[in-house]
C-alpha cells in the first residue's frame, strides 16, 4: 500500500508531467504556425513552386497536434554516468513520443520513438539497462494524462505492466489503432531491422504481425528519409477492407505518405474467372520457365540478309551473320533490350563495311542505319515486337505452342488444364484472372524491367502464390521487404507451406522469425480455435496468449442459427466494443435479411470495406487480418465445407475475437471443436 507521503509525490509528480505535456503542445503548435507562415512563392519555377507547396503541406500535416492521442508516452531517465556510444552527451531525461518536439531554442521536449535513444524505452531491461535508471510510462484518456507507472532499472525482476494490460484490454472501437507506446521487445527486434535486411515474420492470430510491418514502415521512413522519400514504400495487404482497417495508423504516426494496395491494384484487375485448381497451377513457379522459353521462342531465323541501300553503294549482312549476332544476344538482356541492341550491332557492322570503303561515317550516320527501313524489317522478322498479352494469349490459346515451352516443366494433363477450353479470338477480348495477371506482370518484366521500391510490406503473404510472391519480389528487387504471415491462416488452394519457399519466390535472403504471444484473443479462445491446429498447420507450435479473459467462450448448440444470432448480437450491444457477426459467405444474405427484420443496425463488410455501425455482418472470406470485440460465428460447419481449406478459414474466423466469441451451431461441429 503506498504511505500517503507517496500519494502527494505522486500527485506532484503527475503535475509537473502535466505542466511539460502543455509546454509541448505549446511548442508543437508554434512549430505548426511557423510551418503554415513558410511561403513557396520563394520558387524558381511553377513545377518547383508546386512540389514545395505540397512538401510544406505534408509538413504542417505532419506536425498535426491530435487531441485524441498523447504527444508522449513515456519517459526515460539515464544514470549520470551512462554513454550513448555516440560521442554526445545523453541528456538526464527524455520524453518519448509520436514525434519531435523541440522549443525555440531547439531543446528537445519530446523526443521521437523511432530515434536511437528512445530504442532504450522498448529494449531495456534489468539485465541489460541501457543506461536507464528509470523508465516512466504514462496513462492517458483522450490525450490527457492520467497517471504513469516507473520502472527502475537497477536489476530488479519487473512485474507485469499495468499500462500495457490496460491497453491490451481496451474495447475496440473502429479501425486499427498504433501500439507505439506497447510495442514489445520482441516486436521492436523486428521494427527496428535495418533498412537492407529482409525480414519474414511467421506469427499467431493477434501477435502483432500488422501492427510491427506498418511500424516498421514508420520507423524506415524516419531513419531513410531522403532515399525512401525518392524510392517509395509500399503496404500490400489481401483487400481493400482490410487496407482501410489498417488505414489510420501510418497517418497516427505521422507518416502521410505511404502507399496502400492489393495485389489487383498492383497487377491489375482480373476480368475472369476459373478454377481454383487451374489457378493454382498458374501461381506455379515452374510457369516462369514456361514463360521465358515461351518469350524467346518468339526468336525467328532470319528469312533474308540485310541489304542497307546508301546513294549509289550496297552493304549486305548475310543471313548467317545475323543469325550469329542473335543468339549471342538471346537471353543476354531483357527482351525488349534485345530488339534495340541488335539494331545497333547491325548498324555497327554496315558501318565497319563503310568504313572499309574508305568512308567516314560519325554518330548520326550509325544512328540513321539504326534506324533505317531496312534494319527495322530485319528486327522485327527475327526479333519480333511483342507484348505480354500476346504472348499469354498464344500460350493459353494454341496447344503446339505451350507444349514446345512446357516441354519437360509440365505434363499433359497440366497442359491441357491450362489450355483455355475456347481461346478468345482475339488478344482484346481475353478476360485475365487474377492468376493471368501475375504471369502477364513476368512477362512483361521478361519484356522490360520493371521499376523497384525502396521497401515493401507484404501482409498475409502467407496466401500469395509463387507467381504473385515473384511479382512482389520485382517490385522491391533493388529494395528490402517485411513480409508477414501464418502459415496455419493460408486459405488458398495456391499457399505456400514454407517461409523459406516465399523468401526464394521472392528472391530475397533474410531472417524469418517468429512472434508467438497473441496480443487480441484471449487465452480461452484461443486455445479452442488451436484445436484446429494440427490439421490445418501439423508443424506449428500452439499459440501463446497474454490476455487471460476468462469467461470469453460461448459454444451453443441451437434451433434456429438465425434467431440465436440476433439473439447473440443484442447480448454484445449491451457491452462496450465492436460486434462482428461471420458467417459463411452463402449464408450472408440471408442473415443480413432477419437482422434487418429484428431491428438490428448492422453493415454488411464487402471488398471494397465498410464505414460506421457497431454491428458488422462479415463473411468469413474477409475476415482475415480484422478484429471485433466481439465476435459471433454462426454455423462452422457451413465455413468449413465451401472451400477446399476450409477449416484453416475457420481458424481464421475463431481468432477475430478480442472479448467474447459465441459459436452458434445446429449442425456438429467439426470434429477437433465437438
Ligand atoms: N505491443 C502491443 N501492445 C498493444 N497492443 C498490441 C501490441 N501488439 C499487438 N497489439 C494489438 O493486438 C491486436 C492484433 O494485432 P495485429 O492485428 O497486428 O496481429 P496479427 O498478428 O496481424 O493478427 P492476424 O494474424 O490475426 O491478422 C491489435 O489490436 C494490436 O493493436
Redesign the pocket.
Known sequence: MPGEADVVDAQQVLEAERAHLKGAREALRRMREHAESLSADAAGDWVSKQVLESLLDQRVRALADHPDTPLFFGRLDHRADADPGTGEDLPQAVHVGRRHVHDEEGLALVLDWRAPVARAFYQAGPREPMGVARRRRFGFDRGELTGFEDEPLDGRELGPSRL?TE??ERP?TGP??D?VA???PE?DVIVRAALPDTVCVQ??????????GLHRAAYLLFTHRERLGRSGVLIVGPNRAFLSYIASVLPALGEVRVDQATVDDLLGVPTGTEPLSTAALKGDVRLAAVLRKALWMHLDKPETGLLFVKGGSRYRIPADEIRELVSSLRGTTRYAAGRNTLAQRLAHRVLVQMEQRGEAPDDRVHDAVARSKAVKAVVDQVWPKVTPQQVLHRLLGDAEFLARAAKGLLDEEEQAALLWAKAPRSVRSARWTSADLALLDELADLIERTGSLGHLVV??AQDLSPMQLRALGRRCATGSATV?G?LA?GTTPWAVRSWRDVLVHLGKEGEVTE?TLG??VPREVLEYAARLLPSVAPGLAAPQSLRAGTGALSVRRVRDVHDAAVTAVLEAQARDGSIGVVVADGRLADLAAVLEGNGVDHAVLTPEGVEGERVHLVPASLA??L?YDHVVVAEPAEIVEAEERGLARLY?VL??A?TSLTVLHRAPLPGALA
Open positions: 500495457l491497453e491490451v475496440r486499427m489503432r501500439i506497447t510495442i514489445q516486436q506469427g499467431a492470430p493477434g501477435t502483432g504481425k500488422t501492427a510491427v501482409d498475409e508477414l501464418d491462416q512472434l496480443f487480441r482475415k487480418g478484429e481464421v481468432t477475430r478480442v
